[in-house]
């Protein structure tokens, strides 16, 4: 099961800052807190990803409350071309090879950009 | 550097038929994971194959089926196709490392009708 939990929808006017939140309340330390986008029918989109501190790339900050229970993904000036499903996803370290990687995918948030 | 590179992009198949997808990681990563999008569904993780081994796996039947080779390519393959198996099959590659703050890289996807 997903060990996040987001809005189902979201709206934002276009050149305005899009905040998406993000719970993930039992996150384990060494988890790392993931954010993907999704536009239609295509493939997943990687944005950022962190552990404690606030990250920012060219795309978008994100913020992780001090707890880490909870975090925001920042879209600075969200643009028509932004609307998507937006997914958060907590992801372990891994202890070994043999354990592999996996994404668990929650329902994410659909982000509708208004001009 | 070339992403992700997923073939067919489109396939249309018959119930009971046997399908072949393939995947071409990016250049310099040995990890391949696969997953499956459907609406009611959403995105599942079939399984992982890292240099050749399958790493992980998903809960899915012994119909769905993977294999990696020397160069990272992966394949799958779904046997004795159901009308339940239509969907957008998604291929992610990523060094293979073991830290969860490894990226995974996803590809368009194949879309799978079965009629």
């Known amino acids: 099961d997903a060990k996040t939990t987001q809005p189902p929808s979201m709206d934002c006017a276009e050149g305005r800052a899009a905040n998406l939140p993000c719970n993930h309340s039992?996150?384990?330390?060494?988890?790392?807190v993931y954010w993907y986008r999704q536009i239609h029918s295509q493939g997943p989109q990687y944005i950022i990803h962190g552990l404690k501190n606030n990250e920012t790339n060219e795309m978008a900050s994100l913020i992780i409350t001090e707890d880490r229970k909870s975090s925001t993904l920042i879209l600075p000036h969200a643009t028509l071309r932004d609307t998507a499903v937006y997914y958060c996803?907590?992801?372990?370290?891994?202890?070994?090879?043999?354990?592999?990687?996996?994404?668990?995918f929650g329902q994410g948030t659909e982000l509708s950009v208004k001009p | 550097k070339a992403g992700v590179t997923q073939t067919p992009r489109y396939l249309i198949k018959t119930r009971g038929q046997q399908v072949t997808l393939s995947c071409s990681p990016i250049s310099g990563h040995r990890s391949v994971s696969w997953y499956q999008q459907t609406p009611g569904q959403g995105l599942q993780f079939l399984f992982e194959y890292f240099s050749e081994t399958q790493r992980n796996k998903g809960n899915f039947p012994g119909r769905f089926s993977g294999r990696q080779f020397s160069n990272s390519r992966s394949e799958m393959n779904v046997s004795t196709l159901e009308l339940g198996d239509s969907a957008l099959y998604l291929c992610a590659s990523s060094l293979g490392g073991t830290s969860g703050g490894e990226t995974q890289y996803f590809g368009p996807g194949t879309r799978l009708l079965v009629l």
């Open positions: 996803i907590v992801r372990p370290h891994l202890e070994s090879y043999n354990q592999g990687g996996k994404l668990i």
């Open positions: 039992t996150i384990s330390g060494n988890e790392y």
